[in-house]
């Protein structure tokens, strides 16, 4: 009986430890899945941050490296488009000239050239390029003249002057070459186109009017005449036009002539 006694009395002193061994382990088990849990939502911060570096890595990257773009070609115009396109575009440049006429009509050292239609302006009057020489009697200045030279018919090709102005033209022939050169004396003109180019512009410039909407200025060539850089255009968009601008500079940049008309004579 007494052995029993001292068995009861180990058993019941041992059952609260085995109690709180068995609380125990539910505690450890949920803390441990508490923080496993912590470091499943951090590792995703963590990733969703570095997805958002290379997110904003490819950004500066794409905005630093230029896009590749088409470069447009010329449309290609035959028939009744062809002179649509050629009567609109005349019209369009008319209005330009018209206007910058009106703002110089009293500046009296300005030609304003419009090389679409082959017009000069003075004083808010226009006159064909190639009617050069009635212009000038028309302004009761006084006119140059000689002869330049004979082709094999024996026409004769007339240089008719004015200050710095000057049109080649054979008798026979509607068409001609007119240039002017820079001013140097008191009375020269300077000039100036329906796209803002005079005798101030650079040559830097000249090569903007490349991209000119209008497609007059396409870009033919570049050569020299001694130390002379001429810059070569002739008309785009196929619209068959026979006359051509050539810009010259010098050494130092200045633009020194500027030649319009049928330049394949000369």
């Not at 070609?73 to 396109?85: F, H, I």
């Not at 009106?102 to 006159?127: C, P, S």
């Not at 002017?180 to 009375?187: I, L, N, S, Y």
């Not at 796209?195 to 007059?216: K, M, P």
Request: charged fraction near 30%.
């Amino acid at each position: 009986m007494r052995y029993l006694l001292m068995i009861s009395f180990v058993l019941l002193a041992s059952l609260p430890v085995c109690l709180q061994a068995q609380t125990a382990t539910p505690s450890t088990d949920s803390t441990t899945a508490i923080q496993q849990e912590k470091d499943k939502i951090e590792l995703e911060k963590l990733q969703l941050e570095d997805a958002q570096l290379k997110l904003k890595l490819m950004q500066a990257q794409a905005q630093l490296s230029p896009v590749p773009t088409a470069t447009p070609q010329p449309v290609k115009l035959t028939g009744d488009q062809e002179k649509e396109a050629l009567e609109i575009l005349k019209e369009s440049e008319s209005k330009k000239a018209e206007a910058l006429a009106k703002e110089a009509k009293d500046k009296t050292d300005v030609f304003i050239l419009d090389f679409i239609n082959a017009e000069i302006w003075y004083k808010g009057n226009r006159f064909s390029i190639y009617d050069f020489n009635n212009m000038v009697l028309d302004q009761n200045w006084k006119l140059g003249k000689k002869l330049d030279e004979r082709d094999a018919q024996g026409h004769a090709r007339n240089l008719f002057t004015y200050q710095n102005a000057n049109l080649l033209k054979y008798e026979h022939r509607d068409r001609g070459i007119f240039f002017m050169k820079m001013a140097t004396e008191t009375g020269d003109f300077d000039f100036l186109t329906t796209d803002g180019i005079s005798f101030r512009s650079s040559s830097s410039d000249v090569r903007t009017l490349e991209n000119n909407t209008n497609r007059y200025f396409v870009y033919d060539s570049q050569g020299w005449d001694k130390d002379q850089k001429i810059l070569k255009y002739r008309h785009g968009e196929g619209l068959g036009f026979n006359d051509q601008v050539e810009f010259w500079f010098d050494k130092h940049g200045t633009m020194t002539k500027v030649r319009f008309g049928t330049l394949g004579e000369h």
